[in-house]
């Protein structure tokens, strides 16, 4: 998230009375208390390359009794951000950690999608290599839920050719970019469109994204046609039970569903 004003007046209190503020980049931290007229306060650097030192350095702290904020960049501390071995520590010490609510791209994001599903996962950033990102869509491939992801402009090209080449090319993605600065926009086609609306516009590639994609279609209830006439055919040559039993080493379905259905049919005969 972006826009300065996405902030909550409970996360200014919160900025205003702490003893120390963690942040992940100090310098952009330091412009947002200035934008709010919030005196300097002790800033200490907390990022992925050196989060487990700084949590020592925190715990020292909070034993002096001060009070500690912990800030990332553009989004909530410990999701898609630093702060997860933080929090992990400052609670393993003994320490209360108190969640501060605010802007979220994803949710952000999903408010003005459009996709009519009640359920999504979460997943974040996906893998910078194609191989390992292609395997983890691949397990994910069946789930009926939206799927949230964040990416980068640098690696959008690679992550949405790999989101089509692994998934069914008329579902639809959803690319919410710069949720909240000056350039937000919000565009939904079908995967099978998504590239072309990429290369569309060189700006369709900058800022940062959430990528919504719809989730997998709920198969029909019932056995496919061919299934239908494989069981047929078995019946009409074999015993219920022995048909059935073919009919689960032929097509791979479970048994119980295969016998029901040769139960209805012999009935219907």
């Known amino acids: 998230m972006g826009n300065l004003r996405d902030i909550s007046l409970r996360s200014l209190d919160i900025l205003t009375s702490a003893n120390t503020i963690a942040a992940e980049d100090t310098r952009n931290t330091a412009h947002l208390l200035t934008h709010y007229g919030i005196a300097a306060q002790r800033l200490m650097a907390v990022h992925q390359h ?6 020592e350095k925190i715990i020292t702290l909070l034993a002096q009794g001060q009070a500690v904020a912990l800030v990332t ?14 929090v992990d520590e400052v609670r393993e010490a003994g320490y209360r950690v108190i969640p501060i609510p605010g802007a979220n791209a994803a949710v952000a994001a999903i408010s003005a999608a459009g996709l009519c599903s009640p359920h999504f996962l979460f ?23 939206t799927l949230v992801f964040y990416e980068a402009p640098h690696r959008i090209l690679e992550c949405v050719t790999d989101l089509k080449n692994v998934f069914e090319s008329d579902r639809q ?6 949720m909240t600065k000056l350039f937000e926009s919000i565009h939904r ?4 469109e998504a590239l072309d609306w990429l290369n569309s516009d060189t700006n369709n590639l900058r800022g940062e994204f959430v990528l919504l994609v719809s989730g997998a279609k709920k198969k029909e209830e019932g056995l496919d046609s061919e299934t239908e006439r494989i069981l047929n055919l078995l019946l ?16 791979g379905l479970g048994r119980n569903e295969l016998y029901q259905r040769a139960l209805q049919i012999k009935t219907q005969d």
């Open 73 to 86: 960049d553009a989004g909530t501390p410990a999701v898609s951000d630093p702060g997860a071995v933080l």
């Open 173 to 178: 993605i959803v690319f919410a970019r710069e």
């Open 189 to 192: 086609c079908t995967l099978n």
């Open 236 to 251: 009409k040559e074999l015993p219920l039970k022995q048909a059935v039993q073919l009919a689960v080493q032929i097509t």
């Open 123 to 145: 997943y974040g950033f996906l893998p910078n290599k194609s191989s390992a990102r292609c395997r983890v869509l691949q397990e994910l491939i069946a789930l009926p839920y």
């Open 50 to 55: 050196n989060e487990r030192g700084a949590a």
